[in-house]
């Protein structure tokens, strides 16, 4: 199956390219673009914390070994000042307001199946219980306001609570307007890509936009060739990017309270261990499919992502890298969920019985809280009829695309597969 740019897309990179003569290269250097964002936020403190070691690293694969088209410059460089603004502002929020970092982490269930496996699926139906906070698409891209001053008085003292809450967002936040931009571009650049992954900006979306925040999450390797950092990633600490999503999340639950975290992304898989380092009370909920399904499902995925930012897309890399990664990140929650203690932290659900009837396997998850209510009950059945299976196209994938077969998957997965034989048996 052919996957592509749109033409008018390609055609704009290439006249871009040609007049790179002209001075019209983006650059990707360090320094400017930190500058860049102090100018653009009017701030200075980044934190003590803040380390330029994986900004780094990041940096010189883009330039080295990704092949960043025009317009794949453009966007790399408007997202990284945006992420180093973010940090920027969330230290002035820190400074202006201690009592924030005081602030003692909510409770967690954080979903952490594989790409392709219902994640998104799941975490929207969660998102439902009023007592859960979520992280929707436009606050996860810009989890600190712009504007502070609409906030003011929306910052609440410690011993506040939920039974009246400030209006969250205020109509007059300029995120919003922005993150419904940058979904309309991104439908005019991919416009295949919202069959393989909707996205409504007042959804949930993956906390590792979060860990982006510290550039140090496997965001990098999902949208573009970085193999160099990628290698790099996998064998650092990445304690000090958690520890900073902390302060993010207390930051948001401050500002809008709740009872308890939904949280969701398959990079989690690989750090149980540090989650639990940093986080409070914590449950994992792991949905399971077929790796003969989701693995190439999330490599066709991978392949619109990269389109945006490179004309120079490799599947066969594709499918060598992220099969193999997949395998070890099955490996790291094994080896973690092996440990003692912490198999009762787990809750197992299918990825064919949460589409065919979730009722069944969201009642798994509520077992660990008392049970389903039949006003929760009537909310998930809300949400399910406004969001239809497949509302935004059939996403369509085949092992063949990729030249992936059953017996590759299964060499970079026995361990896991091990794991699902017993977890049926």
Same mark, same amino acid.
């Given at each position: 199956m052919s996957r592509k740019s749109p033409f008018w897309f390609r055609t704009l990179n290439q006249i871009w390219k040609h007049s790179y003569a002209f001075g019209t290269r983006i650059n990707l250097d360090r320094d400017k673009l930190i500058s860049a964002a102090k100018r653009k936020t009017g701030l200075s403190n980044l934190g003590r914390d803040f380390n330029p070691e994986p900004l780094d690293k990041m940096l010189w694969s883009m330039e080295h070994e990704a092949r960043l088209s025009p317009v794949g410059r453009f966007i790399s460089h408007e997202r990284l000042v945006s992420l180093i603004s973010i940090r920027l502002r969330a230290e002035a929020f820190f400074k202006k307001y201690p009592q924030i970092l005081e602030e003692e982490l909510y409770p967690a269930w954080i979903i952490i199946g594989l790409q392709r496996t219902g994640t998104t699926k799941l975490q929207r139906l969660l998102a439902r219980d009023p007592d859960h906070r979520v992280i929707p698409s436009w606050e996860v891209i810009n989890p600190i306001p712009i504007q502070p001053d609409l906030y003011q008085p929306a910052f609440r003292p410690p011993h506040s609570t939920l039974s009246n809450p400030d209006p969250y967002p205020h109509p007059d936040d300029r995120r919003i307007a922005m993150a419904r931009l940058a979904i309309r571009m991104l439908k005019l650049m991919s416009p295949g890509f919202f069959a393989v992954h909707p996205i409504d900006i007042m959804q949930p979306e993956e906390d590792i936009l979060l860990l982006d925040v510290s550039f140090m999450s496997t965001t990098p390797e999902a949208t573009m060739h970085v193999p160099t950092y990628s290698a790099w990633l996998e064998r650092t600490d990445q304690s000090e990017a958690y520890a900073y999503a902390v302060k993010l999340l207390k930051f948001l639950q401050w500002i809008r309270p709740a009872k308890r975290w939904i949280l969701k992304s398959p990079h989690h898989l690989e750090f149980p261990a540090l989650i639990e380092k940093h986080f409070?009370?914590?449950?994992?909920?792991?949905? %399971?499919? +077929?790796?003969? =399904?989701?693995?190439?499902?999330?490599?066709?995925?991978?392949? *619109?992502?990269?389109?945006?930012?490179?004309? %120079?897309? +490799?599947?066969? =890399?594709?499918?060598?890298?992220?099969?193999?990664?997949?395998? *070890?990140?099955?490996?790291?929650?094994?080896?973690?969920?092996?440990?003692?203690?912490?198999?009762?932290?787990?809750?197992?659900?299918?990825?064919?019985?949460l589409i065919e009837n979730s009722r069944n396997e969201l009642r798994k998850i509520y077992a660990m809280n008392g049970g389903l209510t039949p006003a929760l009950e009537e909310a998930f059945s809300l949400h399910e009829a406004e969001h239809p299976h497949r509302k935004h196209g059939i996403h369509r994938y085949h092992m063949e695309d990729f030249s992936l077969t059953r017996q590759e998957i299964e060499s970079h997965t026995e361990l896991y597969l091990n794991f699902i034989r017993k977890l049926h048996a």
């Open positions: 409070n009370q914590v449950h994992y909920i792991w949905p %399971h499919r +077929d790796l003969t =399904e989701s693995i190439p499902s999330f490599l066709s995925m991978v392949t *619109y992502n990269r389109l945006i930012f490179s004309d %120079h897309v +490799d599947e066969s =890399e594709i499918r060598d890298h992220w099969t193999r990664k997949i395998g *070890y990140m099955l490996e790291r929650a094994l080896s973690y969920r092996a440990e003692n203690g912490n198999e009762g932290k787990f809750c197992d659900l299918s990825y064919a019985r």
